[in-house]
């Protein structure tokens, strides 16, 4: 509400449950999308959910930030500095 989409879905009449506040989550679909239907989207969002949130794409995002955060300390470590004060 009170947001450049909120007003263009509304003025498209896309808006399924008018002021349904409690249906504005991550989870809850409460308008209807172009080119697909609400269960498309809904199936769509958990494929991409479980995909995201798998075992092996969270060890590969764990295994980026570990190896980032040797090289920011690596070369902390060279210019001398001791703490990271920003990373």
């Not at 989409?5 to 506040?21: F, G, P, S, T, V």
């Not at 995909?51 to 690596?74: I, N």
């Amino acid at each position: 509400p009170g947001t450049p989409l909120y007003r263009r879905l509304m003025r498209d009449d896309r808006i399924l449950k008018k002021e349904a506040w409690e249906t504005c989550t991550l989870f809850d679909i409460n308008f209807d999308p172009m080119n697909m239907t609400v269960g498309q989207l809904k199936r769509g969002f958990h494929r991409l959910s479980r995909r995201l949130y798998s075992e092996e794409a969270t060890g590969r995002r764990k295994a980026a930030f570990r190896k980032t955060l040797r090289e920011v300390a690596r070369k902390a470590k060279d210019s001398g500095k001791t703490r990271l004060a920003s990373v």
